[in-house]
C-alpha cells in the first residue's frame, strides 16, 4: 500500500515553455500533497504544500507565479513550472499523506527529472 | 531556523560489519523524527518514524533510535543491498512539511 506515482519520469524541453509534472496517489486518498526540488548531490527542498480543494501554501523564496500547483482531486495534484529556464533543471519529486497513525507519514513519488535547455 | 545534520557523508562498509548513521537535529516543537532510503534517480522509501526521546524502531537490519538532540540508524551484518543514501528529516511543528539532512551514502562491499 501507500504508492505514489508520478509523470512523466523525464522531461527535456526548451527554455521559455511549460512543463506540467503529475502526482497521483494511487492506493489512498491524500487531502495533503507536498513538493520537493533536489539538485545533484543536495538534500530535498520544500517548495509548496498542496491542500485538497484549497490554495497550495509555497515555501519562502518560491516563486508561486512560476510554480503553479493544483491539488484538483484527493489523488491528484500537479506543478506547472511555467517558462522554464535552465536554472530550472532538476529532480523534482512529489510526496503525499497518510494520516491512517499518528501525525501521518509522506509516501514519495519516483520523482521527475526536468532538463531545461 | 530548523538544522538537520547528517554524519558521515559517506560511508564504505565490509558486508557483515555493522555501523552507524548519525541525525543530529535541531528543530521548535519536533513532531516527528523519519528515516528514508533513497535509491540514485528515485523517489526517497519510507523506513521508520520516531516521535519521542527514547524510542526505537527496527525492521530488519536496521533499527532507529532517538534522543532530545540526535537520532542513530544502526546496521546491522549489511548487506551489498543494503547501500543507497539514508535521509533523516523532520517534522516542524505546527507545519507538515519535511526538513531533510543532506544524507549519508552508504556503500556495502561484498
Known amino acids: 500500500g501507500a504508492v505514489v506515482s508520478q509523470h512523466p519520469s523525464w522531461v527535456i524541453c526548451k527554455s521559455g515553455t511549460s512543463v506540467k509534472i503529475e502526482c497521483r496517489s494511487l492506493d489512498f486518498q491524500a487531502t495533503t500533497m507536498f513538493w520537493y526540488r533536489q539538485f545533484p548531490k543536495q538534500s530535498l527542498m520544500l517548495m509548496a504544500t498542496s491542500n485538497e480543494g484549497s490554495k497550495a501554501t509555497y515555501e519562502q523564496g518560491v516563486e508561486k507565479d512560476k510554480f503553479l500547483i493544483n491539488h484538483a482531486s484527493l489523488t491528484l495534484s500537479t506543478l506547472t513550472v511555467t517558462s522554464a529556464h535552465p536554472e530550472d533543471s532538476s529532480f523534482y519529486i512529489c510526496?503525499?499523506?497518510?494520516?491512517?497513525?499518528?501525525?501521518?507519514?509522506?509516501?514519495f513519488g519516483p520523482g521527475t527529472r526536468l532538463l531545461v535547455l | 531556523e530548523d538544522q538537520v545534520t547528517q554524519s558521515p557523508e559517506a560511508l564504505r562498509l565490509q558486508e557483515g560489519e555493522s555501523s552507524s548513521l548519525n541525525c543530529s537535529y535541531t528543530v521548535s516543537g519536533l513532531r516527528g523524527l523519519f528515516w528514508y532510503r533513497q535509491d540514485p534517480g528515485k523517489g526517497p522509501e519510507f523506513l521508520f518514524t520516531?516521535?519521542?526521546a527514547g524510542e526505537e524502531k527496527e525492521k530488519e537490519r536496521l533499527k532507529a533510535t532517538l534522543t532530545k538532540k540526535e537520532s542513530f540508524l544502526h546496521i546491522t551484518a549489511p548487506k551489498p543491498e543494503d547501500s543507497a543514501t539514508y535521509l533523516c528529516?523532520?517534522?516542524?511543528?505546527?507545519?507538515?512539511?519535511?526538513?531533510f539532512g543532506k544524507g549519508t551514502h552508504l556503500i556495502i562491499q561484498p
Open positions: 528529516a523532520v517534522r516542524r511543528g505546527g507545519a507538515d512539511g519535511l526538513t
Open positions: 520516531l516521535y519521542s
Open positions: 510526496s503525499a499523506l497518510t494520516r491512517t497513525s499518528g501525525i501521518g507519514t509522506q509516501y
